[in-house]
């Protein structure tokens, strides 16, 4: 039952920072129908980003730790929305009116520069950081000495990615900038119509979706300790998965299929072999679509005719 509840806990941590990155992917998607396939490299370089701003802090004299991850968090979603808003001015704005592979192949492109980009910066090898927030609560104890533990960095993940939730649900649901949102989901030449700046929407879009990478990208910074170029690729493909396996489209599928991946890679890792959790994970990924094609919250797409 311990190993169960530490395992758990591993899982909704991971799951956290899946959905997170899976929300990105799906906002994009609402909206203009296509995959930022450059979103995890996104996530990657806010990891970076975060990684100098500790840095740079730690040697201006600021090391008081809740004041040094508020301004790293800020630093980061700053620069991290500037380069989401690049990719949309760069490698889709010019090809929205284009064949639909088009953007496709510009954003896969767009990752492989924003990899060789960070690559010749950074260089090839992993970039580590000492723990900076130490400590946590001891929930259960077994006889052996195996112990239960919620860290503060895995406590702070979870409030935080609720938090998030909470508020994105809430912005989308409530406020004009998201009904401006849903209306170029549904159709952007009427939206276009009725005075809704579809660019502006769109641009805003990947804004907000590569804010949410950036706090994923300083919590996983936080929570492991390490980051590389090629980071973004991994961690971006298993939030696409999440995304598509909670119904891409869906701003609490995205959630829903983040927490299920990473509970899904926690328990496999535990209870069977490391190796093998990615194959797991992509495999419930090919079961669910066989029998849900839409994914477990998403609707199934009407073709306009």
């Not at 508020?167 to 009427?190: H, Y």
């Amino acid at each position: 039952m311990e190993y169960f509840l530490q395992q758990l806990i591993n899982g909704l941590t991971l799951g956290s920072i899946f959905g997170l990155i899976a929300i990105g992917y799906t906002m994009v998607y609402g909206i203009i129908g296509m995959i930022n396939f450059a979103h995890g490299d996104i996530f990657m370089v806010s990891g970076f980003i975060a990684l100098m701003s500790f840095m740079i802090l730690g040697i201006a004299g600021v090391t008081w730790v809740p004041l040094a991850l508020a301004l790293v968090l800020v630093i980061a979603m700053i620069f991290t929305s500037v380069y989401g808003w690049t990719v949309e001015r760069v490698a889709y704005r010019p090809l929205r009116g284009s064949f639909r592979l088009a953007p496709l192949i510009s954003a896969l492109g767009m990752s492989i520069f924003l990899q060789n980009y960070v690559q010749l910066l950074q260089g090839a090898r992993s970039k580590a950081m000492p723990p900076m927030i130490e400590g946590g609560f001891t929930l259960m104890e077994r006889a052996d000495g195996f112990t239960v533990d919620l860290s503060y960095v895995r406590l702070m993940i979870i409030v935080a990615t609720l938090v998030l939730m909470i508020a994105f649900t809430t912005l989308i649901a409530k406020t004009s900038l998201g009904r401006q949102q849903r209306a170029c989901e549904q159709d952007k030449k009427m939206a276009a119509l009725l005075g809704v700046n579809v660019d502006r929407t769109i641009s805003l879009t990947f804004v907000m979706g590569a804010g949410l990478a950036a706090v994923a990208g300083c919590m996983y910074l936080l929570l492991y300790g390490v980051i590389d170029f090629y980071e973004g690729f991994v961690v971006g493909i298993k939030a696409f998965t999440a995304a598509v396996l909670g119904g891409i489209g869906s701003l609490p599928g995205a959630m829903l299929g983040g927490l299920m991946l990473g509970l899904i890679e926690a328990f496999w890792s535990g209870y069977g072999s490391v190796e093998g959790k990615d194959v797991a994970a992509f495999g419930i990924l090919v079961l669910v679509l066989i029998f849900r094609p839409s994914g477990l919250l998403g609707r199934p797409e009407i073709e306009k005719v």
